[in-house]
């Protein structure tokens, strides 16, 4: 019979049991775990970047769409001042922003048609004020004729301009609008 061997010196080289403990499998997870983390985080950052920078491009468009409608309705009224579309001037509310003036038919000019720039789409028109009466008197070239509002040179006239470039937002289910304006004099003779 073979009886166990269990001398110290075998005891020695081989141990007794051990349990083995693992440590590299909870941080390699915990490592893991941080880097996607990391990487999710990286991604919505960068989609909010793009979505930044798209609004920041559609603003500078937009800004200069209405820009240059706001050079086409001065260029209008410096060709016929006597001749444009002019809404009478509001008692508390400015003219353009009332809905019903931006009505194109008769109260806005409007540049359907037209190209304004490259990849901009939009509506545009434009409403001008007459803001005669805002000017101070005397004004006149020889400080004579006073029979205007106010004592002023019927042949001064002063025009509030505002230009108006509307895009689809699909974003916000409606549009999105881009306001310029500017204040114009003219003599008339």
Do not use: H
């Not at 937002?169 to 204040?183: T, V």
């Amino acid at each position: 019979m073979n009886k166990p061997v269990s001398s110290p010196l075998f005891r020695r080289f081989v141990g007794p049991q051990r349990r083995m403990i693992g440590v590299v499998l909870p941080v390699v997870l915990v490592v893991l775990t941080l880097l996607t983390a990391l990487v999710v985080t990286q991604v919505r950052r960068s989609a909010l970047d793009e979505r930044l920078a798209a609004n920041a491009t559609e603003t500078v468009m937009l800004d200069s769409a209405a820009q240059t409608v706001l050079r086409w309705c001065e260029a209008r009224i410096v060709s016929a001042p006597l001749d444009t579309v002019v809404v009478a001037p509001g008692t508390t509310t400015p003219a353009w922003r009332i809905a019903a003036n931006w009505n194109t038919t008769t109260n806005s000019l409007d540049f359907s048609g037209v190209t304004l720039l490259p990849g901009v789409n939009a509506d545009r028109s434009c409403v001008i004020e007459d803001a005669t009466c805002e000017l101070s008197p005397p004004i006149s070239p020889t400080g004579q004729i006073t029979t205007g509002c106010n004592g002023i040179d019927p042949r001064w006239r002063k025009f509030r301009i505002t230009a108006r470039v509307s895009v689809p937002a699909l974003d916000m289910g409606g549009n999105r609008f881009m306001f310029a304006q500017s204040e114009l004099r003219v003599f008339t003779d």
